[in-house]
T-cell receptor
Framework: DVKVTQSSRYLVKRTGEKVFLECVQDMDHENMFWYRQDPGLGLRLIYFSYDVKMKEKGDIPEGYSVSREKKERFSLILESASTNQTSMYLC???????????FGPGTRLTVL | GENVEQHPSTLSVQEGDSAVIKCTYSDSASNYFPWYKQELGKRPQLIIDIRSNVGEKKDQRIAVTLNKTAKHFSLHITETQPEDSAVYFCAASKSGGGADGLTFGKGTHLIIQP
């Protein structure tokens, strides 16, 4: 059974803080993704990675960066958190060449 | 880039009736179209998907149809049950999840009335 985990379910940070969101998958998946989910906007792709140390911008990368040092771990970094980054952040993973993405439980981030 | 429109935003149906959710996409190069179900407080779960070389796919009470010419695809749920209540998202991608990520619609809140 595929398992995608995220480091925190809830996180509260202050404006200007550096924030790290961690995602780990245990199925040896090559592809990993970060989305944010906002009411009425659906899920929007922030960044994705198809291999260690590789990263690609998604539709809304501004204000975010990512790190993929190990195959199983994909980190989302908010260099200087702002209130408009308050959101639910969802990580997903998939096998290379496969379509199905498996999602983590999400991290609800509040920036005050 | 790709743009996916989803309608309606809210759908209320009587238990036992059918529900239909529709999506359109803009990029004719898209060839993979999954549907995800998200229950309150839970992660999105894939319920069915279709690729551009197929016009229709069924799995028990759910089915998806794809019209490539018109660039639209639909989710059909028959004999709806209370456990079908959730938010449903359609999505599109050019080559599955590998090279491009998914572009999602804004979601449909399906309410099953007893």
């Amino acid at each position: 059974d595929v398992k995608v985990t995220q480091s925190s379910r809830y996180l509260v940070k202050r404006t200007g803080e550096k924030v790290f969101l961690e995602c780990v998958q245990d199925m040896d998946h090559e592809n990993m993704f970060w989305y944010r989910q906002d009411p009425g906007l659906g899920l929007r792709l922030i960044y994705f990675s198809y291999d260690v140390k590789m990263k690609e911008k998604g539709d809304i990368p501004e204000g975010y960066s990512v790190s993929r040092e190990k195959k199983e771990r994909f980190s989302l970094i908010l260099e200087s958190a702002s209130t408009n980054q308050t959101s639910m952040y969802l990580c997903a993973s998939s096998l290379a060449g496969a379509d199905t993405q498996y999602f983590g439980p999400g991290t609800r981030l509040t920036v005050l | 880039g790709e743009n996916v429109e989803q309608h309606p935003s809210t759908l209320s149906v009587q238990e036992g009736d059918s529900a239909v959710i529709k999506c359109t996409y803009s990029d004719s190069a898209s060839n993979y179209f999954p549907w995800y179900k998200q229950e309150l407080g839970k992660r999105p779960q894939l319920i069915i998907d279709i690729r551009s070389n197929v016009g229709e796919k069924k799995d028990q009470r759910i089915a998806v149809t794809l019209n490539k010419t018109a660039k639209h695809f639909s989710l059909h749920i028959t004999e709806t049950q209370p456990e079908d209540s959730a938010v449903y998202f359609c999505a599109a991608s050019k080559s599955g999840g590998g090279a491009d990520g998914l572009t999602f619609g804004k979601g449909t809140h399906l309410i099953i009335q007893p």
